[in-house]
């Protein structure tokens, strides 16, 4: 086979093969946990964080690592209602992305402030909440870890990300990302590295 095909022939199997894992790849939601923290050095108020543990399986030569990765947050909390009133959901979203991610665990984190906190009386999980995972633009499937127990169904999925699209929007900004908080410095071996979209 002359040089040049030969050469191809490589670089066409290094493409195929690198296809075949992203086909088969596998970054897994590990758990998504809610805590009610105060604020580095002492800063009044506690806001919520939304810890969004993720496994990555895999990761394909020859960096090893997975770039591009955006993890999207959706929040509904049951607030209390007033005397005579409904009980209603409060929805909120964010979106942040990681330059890139080794194979092994990583956390992304994001925060309600403590006015919010405070407000509407937010304390642990939300009610629904529900993350979704991205490579390059590529969406990944959800997995057992990507929604909260109550919605179990697909059509329960379906209805609470129809809900918080047009829902969330009122609250755009609200839910942040942990490199625009007080928090941007706090857990520094288990935060990734942030494409940066605004300026804090």
Known sequence: ??????????????FLGAAAWLSAQEIEVAAVRFNNVRAPAGAAGNWLEADVALEVKSAPPPARMVSRVQVALTLAFELPAAAG???????????????ALEAGRADVRFYLP?????????????????????VAGRALAAGHNSYSPALASAEARRNFAARASAAATANDGLLQPQYLTVFAGEYPRETPTFVRHESP
């Open 85 to 99: 009133a409904e009980r209603r959901l409060e929805h909120y979203r964010a979106a942040a992305e990681c330059v």
């Open 1 to 14: 086979m002359p040089r040049r095909a030969s050469s191809l022939a490589t670089l066409c199997g290094f």
């Open 114 to 134: 403590p006015e919010l906190v405070k407000r509407d009386q937010l304390h642990g999980e939300p009610k629904y909440w529900g993350v979704e995972i991205a």
